[in-house]
Structure formats: structure tokens, C-alpha cells
């Protein structure tokens, strides 16, 4: 998912077309929750379900600099709610996976909970 998003933000298309998953579709909401993107739709049957991502551009740059996938399946990343990274200076969020749902790093240390680190937007 963030590959696609990554590459479609250098290539500057307006939409992203991704299978569908919960975890996927948590983080899109927590993408446009936070100002990343502009729009999330889910489109198609049960079976075939597609996740549609509306990417926002500030000119012919994109609002998203980077992402960064940090827990891989060969190496899962966990942290505790005092251990979670601020990104870049507090510029960017870091996305969690916890017991709690998928919430961003700033919403975890709130919630004094820990889990998967899964990435970083800046």
C-alpha cells in the first residue's frame, strides 16, 4: 500500500487503486484524518472490493514527502507508549497498531498504549 502510494505521488496521478483490507483501510483514514490525502472510497462487491485514494498536491509537489514502512514481516517492530518516535520533530505522525485499532502515535501516547510500530508519513 505505501509503495503505491509513494509512487503514485511522484508520478503525480490524482487517484490510487488498492485491494482492499482493514488494516489498509484504517491507516487511509487516518491519511485523511491527518491532511495527507483528500479523499478514501471503497468500491465492489464483497469479493472485489477496491480502496480508492484521492492524493492532495500542493502544485506539482505532493503533500506526502515520504513514507516508511518500519515493522516488516522478517522483523516486527513493537514499542511502548513512552518508547513511540516523534517524526521528524514532530512534523510528520507515526502509525500504530495496537490492541485499541490503528491510531497514530500522538493518539497512542494519549491512550498510554503501545504496539506495532507499522510506519512513518512525513
Partial sequence: MLTRIRNANRALLPTV?????RMKESIAHILKKEGYISDVATEGA??????????????????????????????????????IPRVRGGLGISIVSTSQ???????ARKNNVGGELVCYVW
Avoid: F
Avoid at 487503486?17 to 483490507?21: A, T
Avoid at 485499532?101 to 493518539?107: D, F
Fill in 17 to 21: 487503486d488498492l485491494p482492499h483490507s
Fill in 46 to 83: 464483497k469479493t472485489k472490493k477496491l480502496l480508492k485514494l484521492k492524493l492532495k498536491y500542493d502544485g506539482r509537489k505532493g503533500v506526502i514527502e515520504g513514507l516508511r514502512r518500519v515493522s516488516t514481516p522478517g522483523l516486527r517492530r513493537y514499542v511502548s507508549s513512552t518508547a
Fill in 101 to 107: 485499532g490503528i491510531m497514530t502515535g500522538n493518539q
